[in-house]
């Protein structure tokens, strides 16, 4: 039997990260989490390719060894708290680059039914979630995710806010989001999915995705079951519905679309109206701005959630003067406008 090929730097440390989130993880860890995944795309897609490896093996949350391990490693002094970590590490990494070989060995190989579970994020709130079937989910700001049990159909609702999937392939279970009356139907693909009051959007980063919208039931045969329009989007193109009629299909830019996920928001000359409305959705903190400057073209990158420094960019550009409190922030026109 040939060595198995060794993992790469950074595939290593997504196995030690891994290993750590499979037991409970401090604040401060998870901060610490989320700074290496933010800091480099390849990163992110490590960590991803490390939980798919995990998902398929369906290898229990509990495994002995890991709890084991985990177990000596809170019971240790911190010098050879790390030792053991390496060595759950290794069992994860010995695991990811077999995996082949232990799901046969084993008898894991086999489609895992969706659980009944819900998902939240409170404002300001990103959360993500790996299914067990091996993809990936990140939960945006004030978000509702439900998983059902749905037979052959890994089946999701997204009841509100906005979530970025990474589609594990399987051909024979198709992966289906439904929101807002519509769904979205997937094999194996990355793409974005935005349910506001009055608005629906998905985006699509790469693969391709259906859309399907049941039509108006027809006033002549009531009885009738509605027939359903679908659409079927490419890479880079974002579909838009403001009501059961209305839609669109377009070009985006689908960089743009998802850099909430990294914590951050960029405009590209975008009314101000539309900026403060997509800030106002990351915190509890109101921001009224001045009818006048709804339209006056914004370009930057923000934090999203950090009200105080949105603001005072705006201050400082002479953009906006400012009135703020703990709860409420005005925007007016500044006194060099008038």
Do not use: C
Request: charged residues 25%.
């Amino acid at each position: 039997m040939s060595a198995a090929p060794e993992l790469s730097p950074v595939k290593q440390e997504a196995v030690a990260w891994f290993t750590r989130t499979r037991g409970a993880m401090t604040e401060a860890q998870t901060r610490e989490l989320d700074s290496w995944l933010a800091a480099d795309e390849a990163h992110a897609e490590a960590f991803e390719a490390v939980a798919r490896a995990w998902a398929r093996m369906e290898l229990p949350r509990e495994a002995p060894e890991l709890l084991e391990l985990r177990a000596r490693a809170l019971n240790t002094a911190p010098a050879r708290r790390v030792v053991i970590w390496r060595m759950a590490a290794g069992i994860a990494a010995a695991a990811v680059l077999g995996a082949g070989t232990f799901a046969v060995q084993s008898g894991l190989v086999g489609y895992r039914e969706f659980p009944n579970q819900t998902f939240r994020t409170e404002v300001g709130q990103r959360s993500t979630v790996t299914l067990p079937d091996g993809s990936v989910v990140t939960l945006n700001t004030d978000t509702v995710l439900r998983t059902r049990a749905d037979g052959e159909r890994r089946l999701l609702y997204l009841d509100k806010g906005q979530a970025y999937f990474k589609v594990a392939h399987d051909r024979t279970h198709p992966f289906v989001v439904s929101a807002a009356g519509r769904t979205v139907t997937a094999l194996g693909t990355a793409f974005d999915v935005r349910v506001e009051q009055g608005r629906f959007a998905v985006t699509l980063v790469e693969g391709k995705v259906k859309v399907e919208t049941p039509s108006p039931r027809p006033a002549a045969s009531p009885e009738k079951a509605p027939p359903v329009q679908d659409v079927e989007l490419v890479a880079g193109n974002q579909f838009t519905a403001l009501d059961d009629t209305r839609w669109s299909v377009s070009r985006a830019d689908t960089a743009r679309e998802t850099t909430w996920l990294t914590g951050w928001l960029t405009f590209q000359n975008q009314p101000l109206g539309e900026v403060v409305a997509e800030f106002s959705r990351y915190s509890d903190r109101k921001i009224i701005l001045a009818p006048e400057l709804a339209d006056r073209p914004i370009t930057g990158r923000f934090k999203a959630g950090d009200v105080d420094a949105f603001v005072r960019a705006l201050a400082e550009y002479d953009v906006a003067r400012l009135e703020s409190d703990r709860e409420v922030v005005r925007l007016t026109t500044p006194a060099t406008q008038m």
